[in-house]
Each structure stands twice: as C-alpha cells, then as structure tokens.
C-alpha cells in the first residue's frame, strides 16, 4: 500500500474515531438536591423538568434527583450549590438569611394575591434588577407561594388589642410584622407546628393555604385571620453550581435557560392550586374565616409599615436599588388586582 493510501487511511480512521467519540461520548452526570418530599407536587414538577432536560439535549446530560433532604438540608441548599457539594438545588431564599437584602421584598407586607402573580413578580425583578447577591450560582428560575395570612386557636383576632399575650409561630419579617401588631413571636420548625399549636405551646402562626391542607395544620387551628392589605410570600429558587453551568456544552445551557419561565409559571399554578385545595379543605372543617377589611386593615398596615423602612433603608444603605423595587412591585401588585397582569413568567 502507498504511503499515500495509508496516511488517507489513518486520517479516515481518525475522523470516524472522534466522530463516534462525538456520538456516544457519555453524558454528564448532575445532581439535583430538593427539600420537599418525593410525592409532593414541586418534586415532581423537577422531576418532570430533568426529563424534558435530558430529552431536548438528547441525553448530554444525566440528572440524578435527591428529594425529601436525602442529599442535604433545605437551609444548606444554597451554600451546598454554591460550594459544589450537589449541582443543582431547590430552596427557600429565607433560609439562608440576609444572604438576599434585594430579593426579600418577597417577604414584605405589601398584599400578595396570588401565587401565579407572586413567582411572576419574582422573577421579573430578579431578571429587571440583576442583584449580585445572586452571582456565586447559576439561577434557572424562581417561584412564589399564594398569599400567607394568620392562622390562630381559640378566640379569633380581630383587632390589634388581641394580639396582646399570643404566642405566634413566625421568623425573619413575619416575626417582626407579629411583634408590630403586639402578638409575640416564636421561632418553630415546620414539622413541629401542628403538635405545638395542638399542644397549646402557640397560640397560631403565619403561613399560606396550603400549608393548610399538606401539613393538616386547618386541623389544629380554629381561625383564618386574613388580612388582605398585609399578605407576604417567600422566595423559592431553582439554581446551579456556577462552575458546573460554566463547563456545560452551549446547547445544554440554551434549553435549561428556555425551559426557566415555563417551569417558574408551573410552579406558580401549582402552588395556587395547593391553595385552593387549602382553603376548600378549611371550609370542609367548618373553621371560621375572619376577613379584616376597611378602618382595621388601614391600622394593621400602617402598623407593620417599619418592616417596609427597614428594608428601603438596609437595601439603600448597601447601595441597592430598593426603593426602585419596591416602586416596580407595587405597580405589578396594582396590575394585578385590577385584572392586568400578563408575564412571561405566568401560564
């Protein structure tokens, strides 16, 4: 054989070696950390994301889930990702506390409607405003709960004067909005709720409807205390090791970041619906629904107004954009209760 027919040999060789290297090259394996239990919705919500993933890249990559906390803590999640120790995570912005001075106004009362509207809000001042506090990880979306009203045992509040000797459960802003009111606050983990307020250790907590019905906490509750003006949310995320973003293939990224808004708003309606089965699920207990309106939601608000200060003045004293904030949420919240909100973020 020529020396020519060897060297187009070998070149062909070649070509078909890193083509097939190309073809069946072994998809990278990632791991995805969530804090809800396998069952529930949100779980699977991600699980339906990782198989559209794996799907539109054609198995580039390979997505191993950990519901329930079985990789790490929901309060490790974002220092998890952030470090490397899983790829991607699911959390609550709350967790990790004063990591998010920009993003917290999610949890202010400024009178949240709904969660569709919420994790639409979220992720557009997320996306307007580009916070830093958000650079050491990759954000593929973010998602809101419905509104979170007072929830109490006994005699029902109706008045600021009833606060008075209420032990709440709350933490972070709605512990402050509770001491405001003149109720006391107090620090209690989510799974032991239901047995201190049947306990009588507290006397009510805050909380969204749909915790109402997924954590039967309607059953140890007499009262629904809703306070339409002072309604909060909290801050959901979905993010990703930087690192590890980084090093994916363009493509790979491309549909990650396509499928965001469309997964942000999935999030949203499922929580709304979790709400409705909440709400559906107090009726059907015959629990009795305060709504405070007029003159005594205009005392409430203006009572938990600091909470609102404290934020523009710690977001302004850092150089953050917050009165800003507070300014494009407002208008989005006024959009809508008057029926003209449209997003991207929504279905």
């Given amino acids: 054989m020529s020396r020519t027919k060897i060297s187009a040999t070998l070149s062909l060789c070649l070509l078909l ?7 069946y090259a072994a998809p990278v394996k990632l791991t995805f950390s969530g804090h809800h239990g396998p069952k529930d919705v949100h779980s699977q919500l991600i699980e339906q994301w990782i198989k559209e993933v794996e799907q539109r890249t054609n198995g580039k990559v390979d997505i191993e889930f950990f ?7 929901a ?7 952030s470090h490397g120790f899983v790829d991607i995570g699911f959390s609550v912005m709350q967790y990790t506390r004063g990591r998010f001075p920009l993003m917290d106004f999610i949890t202010l009362p400024l009178g949240y409607s709904n969660a569709k509207a919420n994790t639409a809000i979220l992720n557009e001042v997320y996306e307007k405003f580009q916070p830093a506090e958000f650079d050491n990880v990759k954000v593929l979306y973010l998602h809101a709960p419905g509104p979170g009203y007072l929830h109490t045992k006994g005699a029902p509040i109706r008045t600021l004067n009833d606060f008075k000797g209420k032990k709440i459960r709350s ?3 709605t512990a402050e909005m509770i001491e405001l009111l003149g109720g006391t606050p107090v620090s209690q983990p989510m799974p032991k709720l239901y047995n201190a307020l049947v306990e009588g250790v507290i006397q ?6 749909s915790a109402s019905v997924d954590w ?20 959901f995320f979905v993010i990703m090791n930087k690192e590890k973003w980084e090093s994916l293939d363009s493509d790979v990224r491309s549909v990650m970041e ?5 997964w942000a708003a999935k999030h949203g309606a499922a929580w709304d619906e979790a709400d409705e089965r909440g709400l559906a699920y107090t009726r059907r207990l015959d629990k009795n629904i305060v709504k405070i309106e007029g003159a005594e939601a205009a005392k409430w608000q203006e009572k938990v107004k600091p909470v609102i200060d404290d934020y523009i003045n710690n977001t302004v004293s850092r150089g953050l954009p917050g009165k800003e904030v507070l300014e494009y949420v407002n208008k989005r919240l006024a959009d809508a209760r008057a029926g003209k909100f449209r997003s991207k973020f929504m279905q």
Avoid: H, R
Avoid at 258 to 262: A, H, R
């Fill in 17 to 23: 070696f890193v083509f097939a290297s190309a073809v």
């Fill in 67 to 73: 519901p329930g906390q079985s990789k790490i803590s």
């Fill in 75 to 81: 309060p490790q999640t974002y220092n998890g990702v």
């Fill in 171 to 173: 933490s972070g802003t």
């Fill in 204 to 209: 009510g907590g805050m909380w969204d409807y």
């Fill in 216 to 235: 039967k906490l309607a059953e140890a509750i007499d009262n629904d205390i809703v306070c339409e003006p002072i309604a909060y949310s909290l801050g």
């Fill in 258 to 262: 396509q499928l965001g808004p469309t």
